[in-house]
């Protein structure tokens, strides 16, 4: 059962009429705001569907389970969206506003999944893979050999333990943010700002020994 | 694209990034200036960086866009 929201006491001033009569039923009680809700259930799932079936296989998610995660992803994002109604200020589309949600808990959900793939281990570092990462050719290693032995030590000197983890685990690994965010109990934007800094840190190190241009105004 | 520039462009911090926490918070309104053929990126040239360079968001960026372009087809 979907809690009724009664703090929604007005609609915001400006609002299109689509997102009005979402706002005004979802925020009413009744046979019309089970109707409504009923609706809303199947527009995220849909999406939810898509998205997992799109992002899922990465993760070598398929089948039953795939559609299990899709109905969690909805249901929770129509709790979500029910109890933050009166934070719907009006600054888009309520339908918009609206899938934010079930798109987040899609990405939350696989992030959580990913951990159940038995060959992920985040102590492992595979540095043999970084060329592959970026794109660099085999057969073109003397090219690039120095570099990525540069980057390296660039990370082993120029970044803190923490950005250390992070970096190899994202790059060197492949762990997706989101996943690593649930294995470190941290979120995705924290790490994101960890390796903001740490990508900083390394090109700076870079640049100062004649690797990559020192032409980036974030490195200053 | 071959690997120096991959790196080059990964290693580049832009000083404009507004970071996930406030790309996600923004991103419906940003999607929706987007779909009305709006330029979202001057109105937040932050959250445009940051979903050039923030692999999940920028995926989560284009997932709500097709679902409202879906939604608008």
């Not at chain 1, 109707?35 to 070598?60: D, Y």
């Not at chain 1, 899609?106 to 102590?123: I, M, N, Y």
């Not at chain 1, 990370?155 to 996943?179: C, H, K, M, S, Y």
């Not at chain 2, 080059?8 to 000083?15: K, T, V």
Request: include cysteine.
């Amino acid at each position: 059962m979907i809690p009724v929201n009664r703090v929604v006491h007005e609609i915001p001033a400006g609002l299109d009429p689509e997102s009005a009569e979402w706002l005004r039923v979802l925020s009413g009680t009744g046979p019309r705001r089970e109707a409504a809700l009923a609706r809303l259930h199947g527009m995220l799932l849909r999406i939810a569907q898509r998205e997992t079936r799109r992002r899922g296989p990465r993760m070598l998610i398929v089948g039953p389970e795939l559609e299990d995660l899709a109905y969690q992803a909805a249901a929770d994002a129509l709790m979500a969206i029910t109890a933050k109604l009166s934070q719907f200020r009006g600054e888009s589309r309520f339908t918009t506003w609206a899938y934010r949600f079930v798109i987040l808990e899609v990405s939350a959900k696989l992030g959580r999944h990913f951990w159940r793939r038995p060959d992920v281990r985040l102590e492992a570092e595979d540095w043999d893979r970084l060329p592959g990462r970026f794109g660099f050719e085999p057969a073109r290693e003397s090219e690039w050999r120095d570099l990525l032995a540069a980057l390296r030590r660039a990370v082993d000197t120029e970044l803190t333990a923490r950005q250390r983890e992070v970096f190899v685990a994202i790059v060197v690994n492949g762990v997706p943010l989101d996943a690593l965010a649930v294995r470190l109990d941290s979120n995705r934007n924290a790490l994101y700002k960890m390796m903001f800094d740490a990508r900083r840190k390394l090109r700076v190190a870079l640049a100062a020994n004649g690797y990559l241009d020192d032409d980036d105004p974030g490195c200053s | 694209m071959n690997g120096w520039l991959a790196l080059d462009r990964f290693l580049r911090a832009d000083p404009r990034d507004v970071g996930c926490a406030e790309a996600m918070e923004l991103l419906h309104v940003y999607v929706d200036l987007v779909a009305a053929g709006e330029p979202a990126e001057q109105r937040y040239p932050g959250i445009a960086a940051h979903l050039r360079a923030c692999g999940p968001c920028g995926e989560d960026f284009e997932a709500l866009l097709a679902a409202v372009r879906d939604d608008a087809g």
